[in-house]
């Protein structure tokens, strides 16, 4: 039991939560490098959401609010973290889930879907009939009404290649990823440099608050956005929060 006065309370349960998916199946034991990766970038930002962050999150709110066909990638450590979180996050902006995995099992793709429906999920994109082109077959698999005719994805967490082969597809991708030197942060449309446990409800609350908003109010928020710049602003937050400790 971790104690709750703990000073990394929240970071050390959110390793519970990794640990525990990887013991029910959920998550692949890979999972637990990706959130180890991931927590050493969340520790250099100082463990909160920059200004920075809440902009593209603000942006990727409007964005997926903007779609035509928005669809929301899940894997194992997006199961394992925020399930409840991301199902809220695709009633607001009506964006079905759909599992998307790099470490591909049939078991374990199940075990994800029946997760999310126990706990409410009602759309999801479960067939895989089509193939993301330039990736092997396995880390292909899609659903053709899903992921594939997607014309905005968000996926939280995702592989440098399989991020690339979306954006060459024509679609925007919405990255989450703690890491803005990662080949996904890079070549993503929109990257939020934040911990996908903030970054999912702060997204939900944006697009609660826009969803009201006229389309021209929304495209004026996405066309200010640039990700060069918002990468190099999160690298700027890392290199202010170190100077700040060695003050
Ligand atoms: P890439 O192929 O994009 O270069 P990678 O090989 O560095 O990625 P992976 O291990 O495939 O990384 O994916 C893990 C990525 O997810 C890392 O960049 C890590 O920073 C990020 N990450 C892990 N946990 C979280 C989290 N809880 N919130 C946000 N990002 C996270």
Redesign the pocket.
């Known amino acids: 039991m971790i104690p709750k006065n703990h000073p990394r309370y929240e970071s050390l349960m959110?390793r519970e939560l990794i640990v525990e998916g990887v013991e029910k199946g959920i998550t692949s034991i890979h999972g637990l490098?990706?959130?180890g990766?991931?927590e050493a970038?969340d520790y250099l930002l100082g463990e909160k959401t920059s200004k920075n962050a809440l902009k593209a999150e603000k942006v990727a709110a409007a964005t997926l609010l903007l779609a035509k066909k928005p669809v929301i990638s899940v894997n194992g450590?997006v199961a394992a973290?925020v399930p409840a979180e991301i199902i809220k996050l695709s009633e607001i902006v009506n964006a079905p889930l759909e599992v998307n995995l790099?470490h591909r099992t049939e078991d374990r793709v199940k075990k994800i879907i029946k997760r999310l429906r126990s706990l409410g999920a009602k759309k999801m994109f479960t067939k895989t009939d089509a193939l993301i082109p330039g990736l092997s077959h396995e880390r292909g698999k899609v659903d053709s009404d899903g992921i594939f005719s997607a014309d905005v994805v968000l996926v939280p967490?995702e592989?440098?290649?399989r991020?690339k082969a979306l954006v060459d597809m024509g679609k925007s991708v919405i990255a989450?990823?703690?890491?803005p030197l990662?080949?996904?942060?890079q070549c993503a449309t929109i990257t939020i440099v934040?911990?996908?446990?903030r970054a999912v409800p702060n997204i939900s609350k944006f697009a609660q608050e826009l969803k009201s908003s006229n389309e021209e109010a929304l495209r004026e928020i996405i066309t200010e956005f640039n990700n060069k710049k918002n990468l190099a602003h999160a690298i700027d937050d890392i290199e202010a929060h170190l100077a700040s400790r060695q003050s």
């Open positions: 959110t490098i990706a959130q990766r991931g970038f450590n973290l790099f967490l592989d440098g290649d991020c989450i990823d703690l890491n990662s080949r996904t942060a934040d911990n996908i446990i």
